[in-house]
């Protein structure tokens, strides 16, 4: 399988990840503190937006109680339930989003949106575009990174720090790719890599 070139570039280096949440992190107002848990979701899980912006109380309970995001085929790209394993950090901004729900005045009804707007809707999948663009520049990203970007960046994480014999499976397990092969441009060299390298060989 051949990889495009946006393919190979759509992921944050760990230098602009960094940034990014430190930035955002600085902001105590609800909203803020909203986004900043949601793209920790995100980041964490490698949760396609569309997923997210379907996720209900509901699955956010669901998934404190088996420490697993259970993505339902219905909310999921090709109509396919997925099943992942929450980690710490994941577990924390959920527990993080449920508190905010209620801070911004909306009662916990199972079917209900976890992640909500200010209109008494769940956040759309526009919504989380537009906020993620509102913070990557006002973070001073030099990338049009998209929510999107966090899923393959937490890819690009795993086969750099997993100590598993096979990493590559371990990103076909994570974001519940249907074949392998799907999961083969994590393996490119990262951007950074690439940058050492040509200078090196100058």
């Known amino acids: 399988m051949s990889y495009s070139r946006k393919q190979f570039e759509r992921y944050l280096t760990e230098d602009d990840e960094n940034k990014l949440f430190k930035y955002v992190a600085k902001f105590a107002d609800v909203m803020s503190r909203r986004d900043y848990a949601w793209m920790g979701i995100l980041r ?6 569309k997923a997210m912006s379907l996720f209900t109380v509901s699955d956010a309970r669901k998934t404190l109680s088996t420490g697993y995001f259970h993505i339902r085929a219905e909310t999921n790209k090709g109509c396919k339930a997925h099943t992942c394993r929450a980690n710490k950090k994941a577990l924390t901004h ?26 008494h809707k769940g956040l759309s999948i526009r919504s989380y575009q537009e906020r993620m ?3 990557r520049i006002a ?54 890599e690439m940058e050492l390298s040509m200078e090196a060989a100058s």
């Not at 964490?44 to 937006?49: D, I, L």
């Not at 249907?178 to 393996?187: C, D, F, K, R």
């Open 44 to 49: 964490q899980s490698g949760m396609r937006v």
């Open 94 to 119: 959920l527990r993080a989003l449920l508190l905010i729900r209620l801070e911004m005045g909306y009662v916990e009804l199972p079917n209900k949106p976890l992640v909500m707007s200010r209109n």
């Open 133 to 135: 663009k509102h913070w």
């Open 139 to 192: 973070a001073g990203l030099g990338c049009d990174a998209s929510p999107h970007w966090f899923r393959h960046t937490l890819a690009k994480r795993i086969i750099k720090t997993s100590v598993s014999r096979n990493p590559l499976a371990i990103v076909q397990v994570a974001l519940g790719h249907s074949s392998i092969t799907s999961s083969g441009v994590y393996t490119m060299p990262d951007k950074e």
